[in-house]
């Protein structure tokens, strides 16, 4: 059994509901109650419906994995919440929730960076992060590539993407191929079976912001190619384009997380965010990472997606690391900053 | 009896503590974009100010709105969370009640909702709630004045559309519901040991978003 501090994380920035327990880096519970079947109608996350669902689900979440980790409120040491980036209404309920058992168990609260925590979240599957190392974070709600020095002090943006988000632009092409949302593992399972060569789809690239993505371009014209399609009557190869698309999307994402690791001398990539379970960004990055020299980390998806464990796992570098905690006036911040000094 | 009251319900954080004889100590902020900096804050004050610590606390008492959702929200979890934590009961009440306390007489209470919309509800001569809590525009409030004479008018609500509540208005009247109101309020019920209802929020107002209509063509027709 390991030993270090015992640390309640507490996820609300989107539409999953995550409470995680670790000591030191042992992850001992990761609950987490998502609203996605809720938003599923609407074809995408409500930040309304996402806020209420968290209310609901704070207690229960909070009391599975207390349960999980087989530890009584009275033991936890620490207690660390997402304070951003996120969905503003989001962020609140577990900022508050935070705060409240901070408060009531007299322990002291770290508010983390939700993209931090991203990265942060690998030490409790494989062990210590190399530092520096290059961080590739693609979800439904972000595409970052990071330069990460020290996660516990913040992480440094090296490029963003300028419009849709990776996993956005999944969902609206599985929208224009009847897909359902979200639209990532049907893509994947389509994908299986298509030519990711049939269709020259673009690979967006923005002028003087090598690290930066855009992928509303790429989404257009799948939309353009489907109804060139429908008009003439002919039917639409669904692998082939969901094949062709995800191949632009993984292409853009490894190869600047590649020239990322070059530039920055750095012999570590670490992928996380939901689209990290996509079968093919997994593949290419291996087959890019080996023919480079890059050692690649990706944690297993339950950890990739939005969890709890997540910000357990950086809230316990933090106090291992003697970081000052939050105050209770801590705000929840949308857009917060990525580094801090 | 240690009572712990807050509501998050309008632009004013309020909270109070008390105890057998009576209200400890409180505080207001007037803040409606930062309730979720000012609670737990001035929860920490106000307990500091009777010398108190949270394990001290044996009930806890929350403004359930109707009010604009984010701030709600803020008071409804931390209420939740502190309970969970303390091995509490926490006792949610209409936010509503808490500004009609106190009033003797029928009154329609009414508060600002936004979008030409109040929240109101209306009290007979005993207390008792009669109408609502709702939301609506302010005619149909008048017209329900209209219908049920003698009510006094009081809240943000029924100032902001004074053209429609012209006779009955009581001007002089706390803006905010005060958590000393709330503590008085839910004190009977938790020195009997009663169980609570649930922390629901009153939102009234289903979120808005509509399902996407049939997929829009990105090509010029
Ligand atoms: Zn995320």
Redesign the interface.
Same mark, same amino acid.
């Given at each position: 059994m390991s030993t270090g501090p015992l640390i309640l994380g507490i996820e609300t920035s989107c539409d999953e509901t995550g409470v995680g327990i670790v000591r030191g880096s042992e992850l001992l519970a990761d609950e987490v109650a998502s609203s996605v079947e809720q938003h599923a #109608?609407?074809?995408g996350v409500?930040p /309304?419906?996402a806020? #209420?669902a968290? $209310?609901e689900a *704070? %207690?229960p979440t %909070?009391?599975r994995a207390l349960r999980t980790a087989g530890v009584t *409120?009275r033991e936890i040491d620490a207690i660390a919440v997402t304070a951003g980036p996120g969905l *503003?209404?989001a962020l &609140? %309920?577990g %900022?508050?929730?935070a705060?409240?058992?901070a $408060?009531? $168990? !007299?322990k002291p609260l770290y508010g983390v960076n939700h993209l931090a925590a991203h990265v942060a979240v690998d030490t409790v599957e494989h062990g210590a992060l190399p530092a520096p190392c290059i961080s590739l974070l693609v979800s439904g709600g972000h595409s970052s590539l990071l330069l990460v020095e020290d996660v516990t002090r913040g992480v440094q943006h090296l490029g963003a993407t300028v419009d849709d988000a990776a996993g956005e632009a999944f969902d609206k092409v599985a929208?224009?191929l009847g897909l359902g949302f979200p639209g990532g593992p049907p893509i994947d399972r389509a994908a299986a079976d298509g030519n990711k060569s049939a269709i020259a789809f673009p690979r967006g690239v923005v002028r003087d912001a090598p690290y930066n993505f855009t992928f509303s371009g790429l989404k257009?014209s799948v939309?353009?190619w489907v /109804?060139?399609r429908e #008009?003439a009557g002919e039917p639409v190869p669904v692998a082939d384009v969901a094949a062709s698309f995800q191949e632009a999307v993984v292409d853009v994402l490894t190869a600047r997380a590649i020239a990322a690791c070059k530039e920055y001398d750095v012999r570590d990539l670490l992928i996380g965010g939901g689209v990290a379970a996509n079968s093919r960004l997994r593949a290419l990055a291996q087959e890019r990472c080996d023919k480079a020299g890059v050692r690649l980390r990706v944690p297993r998806p339950k950890l990739c997606t939005d969890n709890g464990a997540m910000v357990a796992a950086l809230g316990s570098l933090m106090v291992s690391c003697g970081v000052e905690p939050s105050? $209770? !006036? &801590?705000?929840?911040d949308s857009s917060l900053a990525l580094v801090r000094v | 009896m240690l009572l712990l009251a807050f509501d998050t319900s309008t632009p004013a954080v309020t909270v109070a503590l008390c105890g057998d004889h009576g209200v400890l100590a409180q505080s207001m902020d007037v803040d409606a974009r930062r309730h979720g900096e000012l609670l737990a804050p001035a929860i920490a004050r106000v307990l500091a100010a009777a010398d108190a610590v949270p394990g001290d606390l044996t009930a806890i008492a929350v403004g359930a709105g109707p009010g604009p959702y984010t701030g709600l929200r803020v008071g409804l979890v931390t209420a939740a969370t502190l309970a969970d934590a303390l091995g509490v009961p926490a006792y949610p009440v209409c936010s509503l009640d808490i500004l009609a306390a106190g009033h003797a007489g029928p009154v329609l209470v009414a508060t600002d909702a936004r979008r030409h919309e109040v929240y109101w509800a209306a009290y007979d001569a005993a207390g008792l709630r009669v109408a609502g809590p709702s939301v609506d525009r302010p005619p149909v409030v008048r017209e329900w004045l209209e219908a049920h004479a003698g009510y006094a008018v009081l809240g943000d609500g029924a100032l902001l559309y004074a053209d429609e509540f012209p006779d009955n208005m009581i001007p002089e009247h706390p803006r905010y519901p005060a958590a000393s109101a709330l503590a008085h309020l839910v004190l009977p019920d938790a020195v009997a040991g009663l169980d609570p209802e649930p922390l629901t929020p009153i939102y009234l107002r289903r979120p808005d978003a509509t399902p996407p209509g049939p997929r829009k063509q990105v090509t010029p027709a």
């Amino acid at each position: 059994m390991s030993t270090g501090p015992l640390i309640l994380g507490i996820e609300t920035s989107c539409d999953e509901t995550g409470v995680g327990i670790v000591r030191g880096s042992e992850l001992l519970a990761d609950e987490v109650a998502s609203s996605v079947e809720q938003h599923a #109608r609407f074809g995408g996350v409500v930040p /309304e419906v996402a806020s #209420r669902a968290h $209310l609901e689900a *704070m %207690v229960p979440t %909070v009391q599975r994995a207390l349960r999980t980790a087989g530890v009584t *409120m009275r033991e936890i040491d620490a207690i660390a919440v997402t304070a951003g980036p996120g969905l *503003m209404g989001a962020l &609140l %309920v577990g %900022v508050a929730a935070a705060k409240a058992y901070a $408060l009531a $168990l !007299d322990k002291p609260l770290y508010g983390v960076n939700h993209l931090a925590a991203h990265v942060a979240v690998d030490t409790v599957e494989h062990g210590a992060l190399p530092a520096p190392c290059i961080s590739l974070l693609v979800s439904g709600g972000h595409s970052s590539l990071l330069l990460v020095e020290d996660v516990t002090r913040g992480v440094q943006h090296l490029g963003a993407t300028v419009d849709d988000a990776a996993g956005e632009a999944f969902d609206k092409v599985a929208r224009v191929l009847g897909l359902g949302f979200p639209g990532g593992p049907p893509i994947d399972r389509a994908a299986a079976d298509g030519n990711k060569s049939a269709i020259a789809f673009p690979r967006g690239v923005v002028r003087d912001a090598p690290y930066n993505f855009t992928f509303s371009g790429l989404k257009t014209s799948v939309a353009r190619w489907v /109804e060139a399609r429908e #008009r003439a009557g002919e039917p639409v190869p669904v692998a082939d384009v969901a094949a062709s698309f995800q191949e632009a999307v993984v292409d853009v994402l490894t190869a600047r997380a590649i020239a990322a690791c070059k530039e920055y001398d750095v012999r570590d990539l670490l992928i996380g965010g939901g689209v990290a379970a996509n079968s093919r960004l997994r593949a290419l990055a291996q087959e890019r990472c080996d023919k480079a020299g890059v050692r690649l980390r990706v944690p297993r998806p339950k950890l990739c997606t939005d969890n709890g464990a997540m910000v357990a796992a950086l809230g316990s570098l933090m106090v291992s690391c003697g970081v000052e905690p939050s105050t $209770l !006036d &801590l705000p929840a911040d949308s857009s917060l900053a990525l580094v801090r000094v | 009896m240690l009572l712990l009251a807050f509501d998050t319900s309008t632009p004013a954080v309020t909270v109070a503590l008390c105890g057998d004889h009576g209200v400890l100590a409180q505080s207001m902020d007037v803040d409606a974009r930062r309730h979720g900096e000012l609670l737990a804050p001035a929860i920490a004050r106000v307990l500091a100010a009777a010398d108190a610590v949270p394990g001290d606390l044996t009930a806890i008492a929350v403004g359930a709105g109707p009010g604009p959702y984010t701030g709600l929200r803020v008071g409804l979890v931390t209420a939740a969370t502190l309970a969970d934590a303390l091995g509490v009961p926490a006792y949610p009440v209409c936010s509503l009640d808490i500004l009609a306390a106190g009033h003797a007489g029928p009154v329609l209470v009414a508060t600002d909702a936004r979008r030409h919309e109040v929240y109101w509800a209306a009290y007979d001569a005993a207390g008792l709630r009669v109408a609502g809590p709702s939301v609506d525009r302010p005619p149909v409030v008048r017209e329900w004045l209209e219908a049920h004479a003698g009510y006094a008018v009081l809240g943000d609500g029924a100032l902001l559309y004074a053209d429609e509540f012209p006779d009955n208005m009581i001007p002089e009247h706390p803006r905010y519901p005060a958590a000393s109101a709330l503590a008085h309020l839910v004190l009977p019920d938790a020195v009997a040991g009663l169980d609570p209802e649930p922390l629901t929020p009153i939102y009234l107002r289903r979120p808005d978003a509509t399902p996407p209509g049939p997929r829009k063509q990105v090509t010029p027709a």
